[in-house]
Every structure is written in structure tokens, then in C-alpha cells.
């Protein structure tokens, strides 16, 4: 009996004691991997804000010496090398003499060519003028030379009236000075008077009465044959002196 109690307490204690190691061991195992499976937060960020950024601090700026340019070398053109001369086959030579004699009309020919065709036309143009105006010239000649000739014939047959009107005026004598008598005299071609006016008196009643009598005695009054120089007889204007 005292055997087997002692039996059974070396038992206990034996399983008690491996039942310490393994717990130990277990615990030894937790701590050790469970330490190294643990996450840890991340730390907070703290930020500073500033107003104005700090100004950098200026280093101390090193002078820097100029570099000096540096001078190129001159360099001698080469030689120029000698240009090969074709070498002409004989239908290269053949094409040379034909270009040779066939030359293409330069722009300086046709320059040439339309100055002279300008000039011409010009000098036809001047030409022209030259004529018209010669003509023109000669046609004024002629006109006046007409003028003339039928200015002289107008004052020739004036003339012929007023003789013709003096040739009957019955002069009362005794008159002192000169007096003159002016009429307006309107007549119709062949001659005839169709009125008398009497526009300046003489200061003799009996004068300018015997001229009036004289017009009218002298119709018809003579005219040019022309019927073109007409006009310059239809209004007369007769000045009849005493003495004259």
C-alpha cells in the first residue's frame, strides 16, 4: 500500500513537471513571435505653417574673369582642282554646230523691234497732227481772207447809201458849224426802208426834216449782190453831216 501511494505521487509529480516545461516552452514561443506579428500605428505628420517662406541665404557670387574670344585661324582656300573638259563624241560636236547656227531670237531683238514699230507710230501720229494743223491754218487764211473781202464790200456799199442820201437832201443854208442828224434806218432784202427813226437831232428842225425826206426819196437803197452779207444792212444806223 505504502508502495503504490508512492508510485502514483512520483507520477504526479512527473506530469506535473512536464506540464511546467511545456507550458514555459509555450509561453517562450508567444512572446517570441507574437512580438515580432504585432503592428504598430503609423506616427502622426506635423506640419508648420508659414506666413512667408524664408529667404535662402545668398552665397557670396565668385567673379568670373571674361573669356578671352578666341582668335579662328586663317585658313588658305585650296587650289581650285582643274575642270575636266568633256570629251565631244562626233554627234556631241555635230550638235554643238547646229546650235551654233540655228541661235534663238534674244529678247533684245524683239525689245529692239517693238521701239522701232513705237517710233513709227509716233512719227505717223506727229505727222498727222502737223497736217491738220496746216490745214486748219490755211483754212483760217482763207476765211479771213473772205472776211476781209466782205468787211471792205460791206463798208463799200454803206457808203454808196449815204451818197445816195446826200446826192437828195435839199441843204437850207446859212447853218452854223457842223451839225450831224442820226437815223435808225430798217430795211428788207432788195432795199426797200421800212421804218425811219430819228434817234440823235441835229438842233435844226428844217435839217433833220430834209434828211428824212432824202432817205425816204432814196429807196431802194443799194445792197451787196450777196444775199449772205444781208444782215449787215438790216438795221443801218445813218449819221448825216452838214458839211461833209
Do not use: C
Not at 140 to 157: P, R, S, T, W
Request: hydrophobic share 40%; net charge positive; proline share 11%.
Amino acid at each position: 500500500m505504502v508502495q503504490s501511494n508512492s508510485a502514483n505521487s512520483d507520477s504526479r509529480s512527473l506530469r506535473a513537471g512536464v506540464l511546467a516545461l511545456l507550458v514555459h516552452v509555450g509561453f517562450f514561443i508567444l512572446m517570441t513571435f507574437g512580438l515580432s506579428w504585432k503592428t504598430y500605428p503609423p506616427e502622426g505628420v506635423v506640419v508648420d505653417l508659414w506666413s512667408k517662406l524664408p529667404q535662402p541665404a545668398s552665397k557670396p557670387v565668385n567673379k568670373v574673369k571674361p573669356i578671352q574670344p578666341i582668335q579662328p585661324k586663317k585658313i588658305e582656300p585650296l587650289p581650285p582642282k582643274p575642270e575636266k573638259l568633256p570629251t565631244l563624241t562626233k554627234p556631241d560636236i555635230a550638235l554643238k554646230k547646229e546650235k551654233i547656227k540655228k541661235p534663238k531670237p534674244k529678247p533684245i531683238v524683239k525689245k529692239q523691234k517693238k521701239d522701232r514699230e513705237q517710233k513709227a507710230r509716233v512719227a505717223a501720229e506727229v505727222k498727222r497732227l502737223q497736217n491738220e494743223i496746216q490745214e486748219e491754218e490755211r483754212r483760217l487764211k482763207e476765211a479771213g481772207a473772205q472776211a476781209a473781202v466782205k468787211h471792205n464790200l460791206v463798208d463799200e456799199y454803206k457808203a454808196k447809201i449815204l451818197a445816195k442820201i446826200k446826192s437828195n437832201i435839199i441843204m437850207p443854208t446859212e447853218l452854223p458849224g457842223n451839225p450831224v442828224a442820226e437815223f435808225d434806218v430798217t430795211l428788207i432784202p432788195g432795199g426797200e426802208i421800212i421804218s425811219i427813226k430819228m434817234r440823235t437831232s441835229s438842233g435844226f428842225a428844217h435839217f433833220d426834216e430834209a434828211v428824212e425826206r432824202a432817205i425816204v426819196k432814196s429807196r431802194p437803197l443799194p445792197l451787196p449782190p450777196d444775199p449772205l452779207l444781208f444782215p449787215n444792212f438790216r438795221n443801218l444806223s445813218l449819221k448825216v453831216h452838214y458839211r461833209e
